[in-house]
């Protein structure tokens, strides 16, 4: 590469104020540029016929041959008559010669004033320089985008984590080896694709809107539909939707859909993922099994070109088989408790007191198993390996195995103490789905706010029948971690969700306000009180004729708030016309 004489200014970290001043000289250069009638923003296309990898790994036949190529400006030595400039484009960088006697004085004068982070659109031919280097001679040069922004000094890049984050477009810019994780991310959803559409799977789209948030214990989104009037949810699965689709027939469907839930944050968890939902009837949960391994066992070899892989500081073989226990068995072998010794609930929290295991009041023996499970087992799942036989209390909508009602029919699978994939034998009773749904309501009662709702349209829709059915949701941002060693699932969605910069929940406030549908002021209202009567389902409970006697107002609701703590108490402001609001709990 050529000798750098001309070392430029912003490739060295530079002051609040110098940084200023070189945004405003930018800016100076782009109003200079459109006063001349070079403006770039007004060129709306560019003939490129070549990539860099293209003359890179295939110089041979692009030898002397003349290319058009484009890319960000990613560094420039000049020196005199002649330079040398790097462009970047989408798959990577390649040097590039450009003399002034070939492109013109005034051509080359507008060249070396162009900033690192400019976008250039170089025809020439390819050649190599006397120290070897593969490079593009240019003929032509035309600036296409100019950059106002300053990119960080090339020798530490950006290296705030959060900001990359934030501003994932300047990490694609400065760290290319982050496109390769995000590339491999796409490879992985056309592998799953690839293999069920092989399987004869029919992909679908379900709404991203509901009115009962269904298929998942999760807290969801709320939203407002103005045109309705109603309040509906982000979904928080795609599970029921598809359900219909299989008691309508279809037998094999899929979905790659984003969901949405209402929750904490950390290296596995963002509030909007992508999820993959398969359902197929006629099979069941150890159908579900042997898909699930083949999926991961594929995906891993179309986006790795091997089974064998690591995570985590450990060296995972997905080729071989994943081994299979049930949640009891694992438990037993971790803690040394045997769950099929324990009668009842009773006895379950007095094992769990005994274990330091902490437990709520509505927690039921099955509950308890899994709270074992959570604490004793997970961790220690290294290899591919699937848990079975989950107990009923936590799996409202899968079937019962025949032999141990307590138990359904569901698996995870865990890796390296994670888990990637969740399946049922779909439970298709509608007597047994209801009173599963009527106990996830009193759960909810109870204080659980990711308890299941009742869906009536659902059950309706298992009334019809619903073939014995097999179903499966595999987390695509999970699985993508694993299959580019991502330790955070931030590092593998483009963009995260994040709080704003410099912005206080005042502010977060005030913005959703904005987006209130606008009210009209209120006229007063005259209120007819000749046809007064009582509520038909009150009255058999109250004497009209004593009550028309009685003193009564009619009031306005000012306001209407949950009380704190309390899953059924509302708290009224009223205006009864005094003066002085009133405040009662309903």
Known sequence: MAQNTNENAENTPVSQEELSELLKVRREKLEKLQSEGKDPFRIVKYPVDTHSNDILNDYENYEEKNVCIAGRL??????????????????????????????????????????????????????????????????????????????PEKFHGLKDQELRYRQRYVDLIVNPEIKEVFIKRSAVIKAIRKVLDEKGFLEVETPTLQTIPGGASARPFITHHNALDIDLYCRIALELPLKRLIVGGLERVYEIGRVY?????????????????????????????????????????????????????????????????????????????????????????????????AYEERH???????????????????????????????????????ELPEYTERFELFIVG?????????????????????????MREMGDDEANLIDEDFMTALEYGMPPTGGLGIGIDRMAMLMTGAVSIRDIILFPTMRPLNESKKDSEAAAKAYETPKTEAKEEKIDFSNVKIEPIFEEMVDFDTFAKSDFRAVKVKECVAVPKSKKLLQFTLDDGTGTDRTILS
Request: net charge negative.
């Open 364 to 402: 039921a023996k099955g509950d308890i198993l899994n709270l074992f499970f959570e604490e004793f087992v997970e961790g220690n799942l290294i290899q591919p390996t699937f848990i079975m036989d989950y107990p009923v209390e936590i799996s409202p909508l899968t079937k019962r195995k025949p």
């Open 418 to 442: 994670r888990e990637y994939g969740n399946a049922y034998s779909e439970l298709n009773d509608p007597i047994d789905q209801r009173a599963r749904f009527e106990h996830q309501a009193k």
């Open 261 to 357: 839930r209402n929750e904490g944050m950390d290296i596995r968890h963002n509030p909007e993922f992508t999820l993959m939902e398969l359902y197929q009837a006629y099979t069941d949960y150890h159908g579900m099994m042997d898909i699930t391994e083949e999926l991961f066992r594929r995906v891993c070899e179309e986006v790795n070109g091997t089974t064998q892989i690591s995570y985590g500081g450990y060296d995972l073989d997905l080729g071989k088989p994943f081994a299979r226990k049930t949640m009891v068995e694992a438990v037993k072998e971790f803690s040394g408790v045997d769950f099929n010794e324990i009668k009842d609930t009773e006895e379950a929290r007095k094992v769990a007191k005994e274990k330091g295991i």
């Open 74 to 151: 990613m560094s420039k030595r000049v020196m005199g008559k002649a330079s040398f400039c790097n462009i970047q484009d989408r798959n990577g960088r390649i040097q590039c010669y450009v003399s002034k006697n070939d492109i013109g004085d005034e051509s080359y004068a507008d060249f070396k004033k162009y900033d690192i982070g400019d976008i250039i659109g170089i025809k020439g031919f390819v050649f190599k320089t006397k120290t070897g280097e593969i490079s593009v001679h240019a003929k032509e040069l035309v600036l296409l985008s100019k950059s106002l922004q300053i990119l």
